[in-house]
């Protein structure tokens, strides 16, 4: 055998590119097979980010661009190293400002550190699971949608609602409101000053503003209407 030519095929081994041909994610070591050139390798790990006490687990694609790092030319003991870009599988960005995540499902996760702005996009469902406590603290809050609240909700400022407010559970206003109420009816009590302008206030079918109490009478003289 020629040193030379096998010192060259050894070289020429150790690093190669190719593209994921097979995944395996059920063994306890998920293992993939990669297409490169004419060669097709046997079931080989992958390099994942951390493996320790904290585990990244994100399983390259099928037709997924890779390199392969074959010890002493050896492929059959090669490991392989995820990712580059290619026509099938191009960034999903051209910023240097922005850091994302592309989903096959068409989600993307994204931050641009110029701009301070993060985002999650293309998502169907969120869960934010914690066991004692989550706090979001910024100057403004908005919810586009409807907001269902399955515990007591506090108020510690004003509130301003701009459409018809339908009491379900228990509420409390530190600013001097406080309401109970249910399902099947309840009790509201309301602590303060309360000024109404603008609308008609309507208690079980009778509009406080134009009612009158005929027949009344207070010192021999009948009542007028409200003042």
């Given amino acids: 055998m020629n040193p030379t ?3 060259s095929r050894i070289l020429e081994s150790m690093i190669r590119n190719g593209t994921v041909a097979e995944v395996d994610l059920l063994p306890l070591q998920p293992l993939c097979r990669v297409q490169s050139g004419e060669l097709l390798t046997d079931w080989l790990p992958w390099f994942t980010a951390r493996a320790g006490k904290v585990r990244i687990w994100s399983p390259p694609s099928i037709g997924e661009q890779v390199i392969l ?17 290619s026509d099938a599988f191009p960034p999903p960005s051209h910023d240097a400002a922005v850091t994302c995540v592309a989903f096959p ?29 989550i706090t ?20 510690k400022g004003n509130s301003t609602f701009k459409g018809k407010a339908d009491v379900m559970g228990a509420f409390s206003y ?4 406080s309401g109970k109420g249910g399902a099947g009816g309840g009790e509201t ?18 509009v406080l503003h134009t009612h009158s109490h005929g027949g009344v009478q207070v010192g021999g003289s009948s009542t007028g209407g409200p003042k």
């Fill in 69 to 85: 790092f074959n010890p002493s030319g050896e492929v059959g003991a090669g490991l392989v190293l995820p990712a580059l870009f």
């Fill in 105 to 133: 499902d068409g989600a993307l996760i994204r931050y641009n550190h110029a701009s301070g702005a993060l985002s999650a996009t293309g998502i169907k469902t969120a869960l934010i699971q914690a066991s004692v406590k």
């Fill in 189 to 206: 009590t309301i602590t303060g000053p309360i000024t109404q302008s603008g609308g008609a206030i309507t208690s079980n079918g009778v």
């Fill in 5 to 7: 030519a096998e010192h």
């Fill in 174 to 177: 530190a600013a001097g409101m």
């Fill in 136 to 155: 979001a603290q910024c100057p403004e809050t908005e919810a586009t949608g409807n907001l269902t609240v399955g515990g007591n909700l506090s108020v």
